[in-house]
């Protein structure tokens, strides 16, 4: 009867998602210890504010959703209100927490049943490398460090010992869907020679260009990140840009290191006060995913292509 139970209360914690956050598990101070006690199951718990905005919370989002391939491993948030009903407030007592702390995250396993604390810079990429450390192979932002490394050592001298080391490797970060990418484009170097990695990259870059599915473009941007290291080459998606500028939608299938290339001017939103049918401000199309409902849900007094940056309206900088 315990593995059946198991399996329903995981089902029952799945359905607490976050309604703001997909693959986020919505705790409280009861839950909590209740998802803890279940034994074979990690947990990354982040404990903040109710509401965050801005690069830290799309830090968070980021790594819901990165975990959602690992069956055995989820990703929570407590949110402590300090005021009215101070809910949660007694999760922020008890690791001896304040305000200012805010947000903190806690990795709990079978070995680290208390809670062992990030320390790092908030940012998903350092939180990942931090996780793997304790053998949580969380999928990469970008492409995977492990074999990056020896995919410098295969452009020195490529040789068959690489590919076979690289097969290894891909088994290890199997829930990623960038490893096997390295594999292939290995095979066929070697068997092709050194251009196809730029051959390769424009082949795909035409792709991502014209009219792609979803799923087709998410497979396409995968391999692009994979091929512009065997090409040495760098894509956007790894460009910070200026205070004020925003990254490009596409940019992990745009390869550049400047910002006009990379990104976005500074722009307004002038959506307040409206909002579209839905409840909608323009913020809520600043996303790859709902960008493509701009004008969707548009009103007599709202116009998403008017008032909305991320849909090409707004007020932009000169």
């Known amino acids: 009867m315990v593995l059946p139970c198991l399996v329903l209360f995981a089902s ?4 607490t998602v976050s309604a703001g956050t997909h693959g986020c598990l919505k705790l409280d101070s009861l839950t909590l210890d209740k998802m803890l006690s279940m034994p074979g199951y990690g947990y990354l718990v982040k404990i903040d504010e109710p509401v965050r905005y ?3 919370e799309q830090t968070f989002k980021s790594l819901c959703k990165l975990a959602y391939s690992l069956p055995d491993f989820f990703v929570g948030n407590v949110p402590v209100q300090q005021f009215n009903d ?3 407030d007694d999760v922020r007592e008890r690791f001896n927490l304040t305000k200012q702390d805010f947000p903190v995250y806690y990795l709990f396993t079978a070995e680290l049943k208390d809670g062992f604390r990030y320390s790092g810079h908030i940012q998903a990429a350092n939180i ?3 996780l793997r450390e304790f053998n949580i192979m969380m999928p990469s932002i970008d492409t995977i460090d492990e074999l990056d490394a020896l995919v410098n050592k295969f452009l020195k001298a490529p040789s068959e010992a690489h590919l076979v080391e690289a097969k290894s490797l891909v088994a290890k970060f199997s829930t990623d869907q960038k490893a096997p990418h390295y594999v292939k484009i290995m095979e066929k170097m070697l068997s092709k020679g050194p251009a196809y990695a730029k051959d390769e990259v424009a082949r795909v870059m035409k792709l991502l260009g014209g009219k792609v599915h979803p799923e087709k473009q998410a497979e396409l941007n995968a391999r692009l990140k994979v091929l512009k290291v065997f090409a040495e080459l760098e894509a956007c998606d790894m460009y910070k840009c200026p205070t004020g500028w925003k990254k490009k939608f596409d940019a992990a299938g745009v390869i550049g290191t400047d910002t006009e290339t990379c990104c976005n001017p500074p722009c307004a ?4 006060p409206e909002h579209d049918a839905q409840g909608h401000h323009c913020s809520y199309y600043d ?3 709902t960008a493509r409902e701009c004008g969707d849900w548009d009103t007599g007094q709202f116009r998403a292509s008017k008032m909305c940056c991320s849909c090409g309206g707004g007020r932009r900088e000169q």
Do not use: A, H, P
């Open 12 to 15: 029952l914690l799945v359905r």
């Open 54 to 56: 801005g690069e830290q």
């Open 86 to 88: 101070k809910d949660n």
């Open 128 to 130: 990942i490398k931090w």
């Open 269 to 272: 939103d002038t959506d307040e």
């Open 287 to 289: 996303t790859d995913r």
